[in-house]
Antibody, heavy 116, light 110 residues
């Protein structure tokens, strides 16, 4: 069974940093592009970032470019999102998502709150 | 980054048919089509359809997708109470080099 389990969500002050992790199981992580998608509770889905299967290619939404870094450790079956210079508008539930041409499996999400 | 356009809400009676739309452009929906996701409150999204009308294993045949030009559609037949949810479309935008989502449609089954 495919499982994606996010961790690392927390309350952080504006300007602060946070690293999210996503532990994958039930499939071979190294065979898939992986992404982070966020959602403010009650609002729509917003794509944040993606990384190729071997980690050589990364893509970012304009809103996070230069502040967020996506990475992966296929040996540890884990995806990461390093978030720096956090702003109020970054507060959301962050989902780890597998891509197989489309977003076919989603984690339960990690809540990031940005507030002083 | 520009997104896809979906009507905010649709209401239909039980056992009726609902058709949800998603409008993009030639760089996203019109290029490689759209995928559809269903999300119940408090839960992560679930993939219903990809590349216009391919259903993942376990998804009911009551859900069918199509595309005409730059507009994708999701048709749900024989509406059930459990179909009451938010529906999102998504597509890769080759011009933006980014994935885009629609704003979502809240489907209410009366």
């Amino acid at each position: 069974e495919v499982q994606l389990v996010e961790s690392g969500g927390d309350l952080v002050q504006p300007g602060g940093s946070l690293r999210l992790s996503c532990a994958a199981s039930g499939f071979t992580l190294s065979g898939y592009w992986m992404h982070w998608v966020r959602q403010v509770p009650g609002k729509g889905l917003v794509w944040v970032s993606g990384i190729s299967a071997d980690g050589s290619t990364t893509v970012y939404a304009d809103s996070v470019k230069g502040r967020f870094t996506i990475s992966r450790d296929n040996a540890k079956d884990t995806l990461y999102l390093q978030m720096n210079s956090l702003r109020g508008e970054d507060a959301a539930v962050y989902y780890c998502v597998r891509e197989a041409g489309s977003f076919d499996f989603w984690g339960q999400g990690a809540l990031v709150t940005v507030s002083s | 980054q520009a997104g896809l356009t979906q009507p905010p809400s649709v209401s239909k009676d039980l056992r009726q048919t609902a058709t949800l739309t998603c409008t993009g452009n030639s760089n996203n929906v019109g290029d490689q089509g759209a995928a559809w996701l269903q999300q119940h409150q408090g839960h992560p999204p679930k993939l219903l359809s990809y590349r216009n009308n391919n259903r993942p294993s376990g998804i009911s045949e009551r859900f069918s997708a199509s595309r005409s030009g730059n507009t994708a559609s999701l048709t749900i037949t024989g509406l059930q109470p459990e179909d009451d949810a938010d529906y999102y479309c998504s597509a890769w935008d080759s011009s933006l080099g980014a994935w885009v989502f629609g704003g979502g449609t809240k489907l209410t089954v009366l």
